[in-house]
């Protein structure tokens, strides 16, 4: 072997590890990690593939920025609540209640007494105070969760009496029918696919009807020669050993005034629901978890259900939506109610930042994440070459538009303002790479 072999003059291991910037990233990413990547770098360095000078900052360079996978992701597709990016981006003040409940804090203790507490107490509080029509609240882990513990809560080898346009498919291939089914519940449909009458809910009812469940079929729209029963009717059919359930999906608690066709909690439970379940992401846009809201003796009921433990939410959840329900307006419910006046001003500024050949376009940007389907946003974009879509996503923020007419759109509705900068730096140092290949 000669001198001059690169793998004669290779590092060792420990020496690399010991570099200053490389043992920094150690502390941030855990020692396994680096080590691993060490590793891949000197086999490279071995093959004659990197300098033995540059081991290092070849180790530096392919370290990972953060210890997790997750990448923070620009969302610029005119989707709102994104499915795939994760749906509601949580607000400044639910980040930070996240890093105050990483540590120990006082979720299931009583400070003053010392003595155990219930778990989440000032989550429910504040949830009890923005729904005073709820005399009793409860979260778990999703929305689908709470359907869930209703089903097996009240309804186990009992009827549940639904219309049958409300058996609605919920994503990923999950369906309302089998997850009541799959804890125990026998469905009773009634009606047809585009119309169903309160006589049909009527006569339906028997000695073995547990409950009537009120769906909103959020991710779909059938329209038509059609009819539903609204709950405020539904409540007539109610007795006290027969409770009316409705689920909103979509996690509105009041009214608001671009969702005119959205129910809301509060709404729902003032027409007549005894017990209302919905997401506490999505349009309220919180963390993922599930809220059960209404009457308090039936909500103690559910809480107290051995199939709730194995919903329950962890402290971080409910550190993120008390922060959501108290704190400054979050993320979705300010991008429903941005003035599309603002965003084109804003995509013109960001067209002048990036330069040829961005363009200011009008867009209609949607809800998303199975709320209010068929409700457009009046919205505003900048138009780019539509080869400039994975160069965005991968580089460093990732950019996700969305290819429109062979054109590459970034609208600007569920982007914040204070983002527009990295956006356009981003931009251009894409553009800049595709025009030196």
């Given at each position: 072997?000669?001198?001059?072999?690169?793998?004669?003059?290779?590092?060792?291991?420990?020496?690399?590890?010991?570099?200053?910037?490389?043992?920094?990233?150690?502390?941030?990413?855990?020692r396994?990690?680096?080590?691993?990547?060490?590793?891949?770098?000197?086999?490279?360095?071995?093959?004659?593939?990197v300098a033995?000078?540059?081991?290092?900052?070849?180790?530096?360079?392919?370290?990972?920025?953060?210890?997790?996978?997750l990448?923070?992701?620009?969302?610029?597709?005119?989707?709102?609540v994104?499915?795939?990016?994760?749906?509601?981006?949580?607000?400044?003040?639910a980040t930070?209640?996240?890093?105050?409940?990483?540590?120990?804090?006082?979720?299931?203790?009583?400070?003053?007494?010392?003595?155990?507490?219930?778990?989440?107490?000032?989550?429910?509080?504040?949830?009890?105070?923005?729904?005073?029509?709820?005399?009793?609240?409860?979260?778990?882990?999703?929305?689908?969760?709470a359907?869930?513990?209703?089903?097996?809560?009240?309804?186990?080898?009992?009827?549940?009496?639904?219309?049958r346009?409300?058996?609605?498919?919920?994503?990923?291939?999950?369906?309302?029918?089998?997850?009541?089914?799959?804890?125990?519940a026998?469905?009773?449909e009634?009606?047809?696919t585009?119309?169903?009458r309160?006589?049909?809910?009527?006569?339906a009812?028997?000695?073995?009807?547990?409950?009537?469940?009120?769906?909103?079929p959020?991710?779909?729209?059938?329209?038509?020669?059609?009819?539903?029963?609204?709950?405020?009717?539904?409540?007539?059919?109610?007795r006290p050993?027969?409770?009316?359930?409705?689920?909103?999906?979509?996690?509105?608690?009041?009214?608001?005034?671009?969702?005119?066709?959205?129910p809301?909690?509060?709404t729902?439970?003032?027409?007549?629901?005894?017990?209302?379940?919905?997401?506490?992401?999505?349009l309220?846009?919180?963390?993922?978890?599930?809220?059960?809201?209404?009457?308090?003796?039936?909500?103690?009921?559910?809480r107290?259900?051995?199939?709730?433990?194995?919903?329950?939410?962890?402290?971080?959840?409910?550190?993120a939506?008390e922060?959501?329900?108290?704190?400054?307006?979050?993320?979705?419910?300010?991008?429903?109610?941005t003035?599309?006046?603002?965003?084109?001003?804003?995509?013109?500024?960001?067209?002048?930042?990036?330069g040829?050949?961005a363009?200011?376009?009008?867009?209609?940007?949607?809800?998303?994440?199975g709320?209010?389907?068929?409700?457009?946003?009046?919205?505003?974009a900048?138009?780019?070459?539509?080869?400039?879509a994975?160069?965005?996503?991968?580089?460093?923020?990732?950019?996700?538009?969305?290819?429109?007419?062979?054109r590459?759109?970034?609208?600007?509705?569920?982007?914040?303002a204070?983002?527009d900068?990295?956006?356009?730096?981003?931009?251009?140092?894409a553009?800049?790479a595709?025009?030196t290949r």
């Amino acid at each position: 072997m000669s001198s001059d072999d690169p793998r004669r003059r290779t590092p060792r291991t420990d020496a690399v590890l010991a570099d200053p910037r490389v043992a920094k990233a150690a502390e941030r990413l855990g020692r396994p990690r680096v080590k691993q990547v060490v590793t891949e770098v000197l086999d490279s360095c071995r093959r004659g593939e990197v300098a033995p000078e540059d081991v290092v900052d070849a180790v530096v360079d392919a370290l990972p920025s953060s210890v997790v996978s997750l990448r923070r992701v620009v969302n610029a597709t005119g989707v709102v609540v994104h499915t795939n990016l994760g749906r509601a981006p949580l607000s400044e003040a639910a980040t930070e209640a996240l890093t105050v409940a990483a540590g120990s804090t006082d979720v299931e203790l009583d400070l003053v007494t010392g003595r155990r507490g219930r778990r989440g107490a000032a989550a429910m509080a504040v949830l009890a105070s923005v729904v005073p029509d709820a005399g009793g609240v409860h979260v778990v882990n999703n929305g689908a969760a709470a359907l869930a513990l209703v089903g097996c809560a009240l309804a186990a080898g009992r009827e549940v009496v639904v219309a049958r346009g409300e058996l609605v498919e919920i994503g990923d291939g999950f369906r309302i029918p089998e997850l009541l089914e799959s804890v125990g519940a026998r469905l009773r449909e009634v009606g047809t696919t585009n119309r169903v009458r309160l006589a049909d809910y009527a006569d339906a009812i028997g000695p073995d009807t547990a409950l009537v469940l009120k769906v909103h079929p959020s991710n779909f729209r059938v329209e038509g020669f059609t009819s539903s029963v609204p709950v405020a009717e539904l409540a007539a059919l109610k007795r006290p050993d027969l409770p009316l359930v409705a689920d909103i999906g979509s996690g509105l608690l009041a009214p608001h005034p671009r969702l005119r066709d959205e129910p809301d909690a509060a709404t729902w439970l003032r027409g007549g629901a005894d017990l209302v379940t919905a997401s506490g992401d999505k349009l309220l846009g919180g963390p993922q978890c599930g809220l059960l809201l209404g009457d308090r003796d039936l909500v103690e009921r559910l809480r107290r259900h051995p199939f709730a433990r194995a919903l329950r939410v962890d402290k971080l959840t409910l550190a993120a939506l008390e922060a959501t329900l108290a704190g400054p307006t979050p993320p979705v419910p300010a991008a429903l109610a941005t003035d599309p006046a603002d965003l084109l001003r804003r995509a013109r500024e960001l067209a002048s930042a990036i330069g040829e050949p961005a363009e200011v376009v009008h867009s209609q940007a949607a809800v998303g994440g199975g709320g209010a389907p068929g409700v457009t946003l009046p919205s505003a974009a900048v138009a780019l070459p539509a080869d400039l879509a994975a160069a965005l996503r991968t580089g460093d923020p990732s950019v996700v538009g969305h290819v429109e007419s062979g054109r590459l759109l970034l609208d600007l509705v569920a982007v914040p303002a204070d983002e527009d900068a990295r956006l356009a730096g981003a931009v251009r140092r894409a553009l800049a790479a595709a025009r030196t290949r």
